[in-house]
């Protein structure tokens, strides 16, 4: 597999530090609100990577954090009269249920909160102060960016540029304006935990170092996040850690480009903000995971209703897809494959192969998309009745197989009442006898009931409106 690094810039062949084995982590939201539709879009992408990276029999330890001391979790909990514990409790709860619709694959994610890690924190800047890589002024703590070695290696930033274009306070209390904060002071009234600096809480590029070090160890595979992330946050973690441990931080570092809304940066002044929440009052969440793969995850993306409604169209073609070869294996023929459909069987593992190729060329869910497209064209165009099960079930194990890796068509048929099912069975008793005016009359109860029926040369198909 070639990953895009964005370390140098150009598709590398994806090596693991061990054998068999993928570690990730992904920068995961503060949590002092509701998730938006920008947030959505590296939990989907990175979980489709770990799903792909699952697929192809590696194991993945996935870790998602999330920042749950803040300034701005701090300001909203006193907004409110109450704790920085409660507000954050109640926006991972939040998220935990948007990541259910999104299908994000929670049984394999490790969640880690700051708050849990201040110890080690407390160890790790302890560890840079005693190589000369931070100093305490006051109780706050700082990294001195001059012991960083390649700072800017990342995000590709100058050093000079960026301190001839810092501005300092008076109160500047910083050795140099780039230096950035390991430990903050505690203001009053704030929460805060005991150091050797004094009373406080850390600050945010910390965290990440430390709860990656911590659960994945001083090198690992895969650091992820959206672009905006490479400049300070990624940049940040690089400088503190390299310098304490002296090895690479990641070898791989993946960002996913930003998405606007109605050809804007989203914003709450412009309107144009949006949450999970609110987008699934109008849409199923899948057709937003699904409007989330069907973009190269490093190119940048539009969101719009218009945009949401031709995906959900897209996302139904897949579907009644799915829907024919369900019906198929009840009624196609049960026998072995003849020549013609050997050489059938052949273009269906093409469509395989095509996929994986897709997903193994820097995560092209785009192209993947492209693939299920082609198989549900090709089952709709030669399959019927008369084919072979066999080759049925192979073309629907397929489609569910690699439909999985992309988190899609996981929805399952609700069971109709036993009185709709009878109605349908009457009704195509009667056209079979004839009796048109029985089949229409039987049609339009059916229709009362919310019940709409397709007559297709494949049989009777039924969706609920």
Same mark, same amino acid.
Not at 123 to 141: H, M, P, Q, S, T
Not at 199 to 216: A, D, F, K, Y
Not at 243 to 256: D, G, I, Q, S, V
Not at 353 to 360: L, R, V
């Given at each position: ?6 370390l140098t810039?150009?598709k590398?062949e994806?090596?693991?530090v ?17 998730i ?16 792909f990276?699952?697929?192809?029999g ?13 300034d701005?979790?701090?300001n ?9 514990n ?18 994000i ?5 490790i ?13 790790f800047i302890e560890?840079?102060?005693e190589?000369g890589?931070a100093?305490?002024?006051?109780g706050?703590v ?6 960083a070695?390649d700072y800017?290696?990342?995000?590709k930033?100058?050093?000079?540029d960026l ?8 109160s500047?209390?910083?050795n140099?304006?780039?230096?950035f ?5 505690a ?25 990656s070090?911590?659960l ?9 996040g ?8 990624h ?16 070898n ?16 709450k002044s ?10 699934? +009052?109008?849409?199923d969440l =899948? /057709? @937003? ?8 995850? &490093?190119?940048?993306?539009? *969101? ?9 169209n ?7 897809g799915k ?11 049960d026998?072995?494959?003849?020549k ?13 192969k095509?996929?994986i ?5 820097d ?11 082609e ?10 009745e008369?084919?072979?099960?066999k ?16 988190g ?5 048929? +609700?069971?109709?009442?036993? =009185? /709709? @099912?009878?109605?349908?069975?009457k009704?195509?008793?009667? &056209?079979?006898?004839k009796d *048109? ?5 039987i049609?339009?109860?059916l ?6 029926l397709?007559?297709a ?6 969706k609920r409106?």
């Amino acid at each position: 597999m070639k990953i895009y690094n964005t370390l140098t810039r150009k598709k590398e062949e994806f090596m693991p530090v061990v054998e068999g084995q993928v570690s990730m982590y992904i920068c995961g939201p503060t949590v002092y609100n509701y998730i938006h539709v920008g947030n959505a879009r590296p939990m989907v992408i990175f979980d489709t990577l770990r799903r792909f990276f699952m697929y192809r029999g590696y194991n993945v330890k996935y870790i998602s954090n999330f920042t749950d001391i803040d300034d701005r979790i701090i300001n909203r909990a006193n907004e409110e009269n109450t704790t920085f514990n409660d507000i954050s409790e109640r926006y991972i709860k939040a998220l935990m249920e948007d990541a259910k619709g999104l299908n994000i694959y929670e049984e394999k994610t490790i969640h880690p909160k700051a708050t849990e890690f201040i110890q080690p924190m407390i160890e790790f800047i302890e560890a840079l102060i005693e190589k000369g890589a931070a100093y305490n002024v006051d109780g706050n703590v700082y990294f001195n960016i001059d012991s960083a070695k390649d700072y800017g290696k990342l995000s590709k930033k100058n050093i000079e540029d960026l301190m001839s274009g810092a501005r300092i306070e008076v109160s500047e209390e910083k050795n140099n304006p780039m230096d950035f904060a390991l430990w903050k002071k505690a203001k009053e009234g704030e929460p805060y935990w005991e150091s050797p600096w004094g009373n406080g809480r850390p600050g945010w590029h910390i965290e990440c170092s430390v709860m990656s070090r911590t659960l994945l160890g001083d090198t690992i595979d895969i650091h992820a996040g959206g672009e905006d992330l490479q400049f300070p946050h990624h940049e940040n973690e690089i400088a503190q850690s390299e310098t304490l441990t002296e090895k690479p931080f990641a070898n791989y570092w993946m960002h996913n480009g930003m998405l606007n809304v109605e050809n804007q940066k989203m914003s709450k002044s412009l309107g144009n903000f949006f949450t999970v929440k609110e987008i699934a +009052e109008e849409f199923d969440l =899948e /057709i @937003l995971r699904f409007f989330l793969l069907s973009a190269h995850y &490093r190119s940048p993306m539009n *969101f719009t209703r218009e945009i949401m409604h031709q995906m959900e169209n897209a996302l139904e073609r897949l579907y009644n897809g799915k829907k024919n070869l369900e019906y198929l294996l009840e009624n196609a023929e049960d026998r072995e494959l003849n020549k013609e459909e050997n050489n059938l069987q052949d273009t269906v593992e093409k469509f395989k192969k095509e996929f994986i190729e897709s997903m193994e060329d820097d995560l092209n869910t785009a192209d993947a998309i492209a693939s299920l497209f082609e198989l549900v064209k090709f089952s709709n165009s030669n399959l019927n009745e008369k084919s072979s099960k066999k080759l049925v079930q192979i073309s629907y194990d397929l489609l569910l197989e690699l439909s999985n890796v992309l988190g899609i068509l996981n929805k399952k048929d +609700e069971i109709l009442e036993d =009185e /709709i @099912l009878n109605l349908i069975e009457k009704r195509t008793m009667a &056209r079979k006898n004839k009796d *048109f005016k029985l089949a229409d009359e039987i049609r339009d109860m059916l229709k009362e009931k919310g019940i709409v029926l397709e007559d297709a040369q494949e049989g009777v198909k039924w969706k609920r409106i």
